[in-house]
């Protein structure tokens, strides 16, 4: 097999990875932003990831159902949690969040303190192995996509705080195993911040955005042997700024 081909069989499903995070986490970005609660899911994938990494320390099997049943199970609690916070202290949610993502980030330190292993699980928590995702793992997790994204077209607003933490908690522990931390919070946040004065068609400039992020990231780093995962935030960054620049300019008010 020649290393052309060689390269787009590790590069198709790191592409389709990236474009099913693409299509559930930007609605939801919009969102997140609107109600002013950025660092959400970083701390409920934080809490996922700790999920994870206590069924690999009680000795499950990787990527088996029980680690992501631990992984699910974590997440709604935490998303629980959030939605009890959010209700009861309003006004200093964010500072809530904080709180719960270095909590659950701890934990999740100590838990791989004695694993000889342990740095590497933390690595790829946070950054992914986006290369290296299981191609044959992608439909059950496209189904998984659709049927968030199922319930959020068709209901929207109608599914409330609760509901709306609950379907967050599912798509982030999902994404989280699959592209990695840092990729969840840059999908979510940066093509709706860059977008946020746009008034019309903003939701298909997100997912061009972020799909652009996605393919021109992954071509960076075939050719550049930089690790891809970091590389795609810089590049979707590199594009937001872009597309902000290049995008409506802020209303002037009349004196």
Same mark, same amino acid.
């Given at each position: 097999m020649s290393p052309a081909a060689t390269d787009l069989s590790i590069i198709w499903p790191a592409l389709i990875a990236g474009l099913l995070v693409t299509a559930t986490h930007v609605p939801l970005g919009i969102q997140v932003l609107g109600r002013g609660i950025v660092f959400i899911d970083?701390?409920?994938?934080?809490?996922?990831?700790?999920?994870? %990494?206590?069924?690999? /320390?009680? $000795? #499950?099997?990787?990527?088996?159902?029980?680690?992501?049943?631990? &992984? @699910?199970? =974590?997440?709604?609690?935490?998303?629980?949690?959030?939605?009890?916070?959010?209700?009861?202290?309003?006004?200093?949610?964010?500072?809530?969040?904080?709180?719960?993502?270095?909590?659950?980030?701890?934990?999740?330190?100590?838990?791989?303190?004695?694993?000889?292993?342990?740095?590497?699980?933390?690595?790829?928590?946070?950054?992914?192995?986006?290369?290296?995702?299981?191609?044959?793992?992608?439909?059950?997790?496209?189904?998984?996509?659709?049927? %968030?994204?199922?319930? /959020?077209? $068709? #209901?929207?607003?109608?599914?409330?705080?609760?509901?709306?933490? &609950? @379907?967050? =908690?599912?798509?982030?522990?999902?994404?989280?195993q699959l592209v990695g931390l840092y990729l969840v919070f840059t999908t979510l946040i940066v093509p709706?911040?860059?977008?946020?004065?746009?008034t019309r068609r903003r939701l298909p400039a997100c997912y061009a955005l972020g799909a652009l992020g996605y393919a021109a990231g992954l071509a960076l780093a075939v050719f550049s042997d930089l690790p891809p995962g970091p590389l795609i935030v810089w590049v979707m960054v590199v594009l937001a700024i872009i597309v902000f620049a290049c995008g409506p300019r802020p209303a002037v008010v009349a004196k």
């Open positions: 970083l701390a409920i994938a934080q809490i996922a990831g700790l999920g994870v %990494i206590g069924a690999d /320390w009680l $000795g #499950l099997e990787p990527m088996g159902w029980a680690v992501q049943l631990s &992984a @699910l199970a =974590a997440a709604l609690a935490g998303a629980a949690l959030l939605t009890w916070t959010d209700k009861r202290w309003p006004d200093v949610q964010e500072a809530t969040i904080g709180v719960i993502f270095i909590l659950a980030a701890s934990g999740a330190v100590m838990l791989l303190a004695s694993n000889p292993r342990g740095g590497e699980h933390l690595k790829d928590l946070l950054i992914g192995q986006i290369l290296w995702v299981n191609a044959s793992r992608l439909p059950w997790e496209a189904l998984v996509y659709a049927s %968030i994204l199922s319930v /959020w077209f $068709g #209901l929207g607003e109608r599914i409330g705080r609760i509901g709306f933490y &609950a @379907l967050f =908690a599912c798509a982030v522990t999902v994404s989280v709706a911040l860059a977008t946020r004065r746009f």
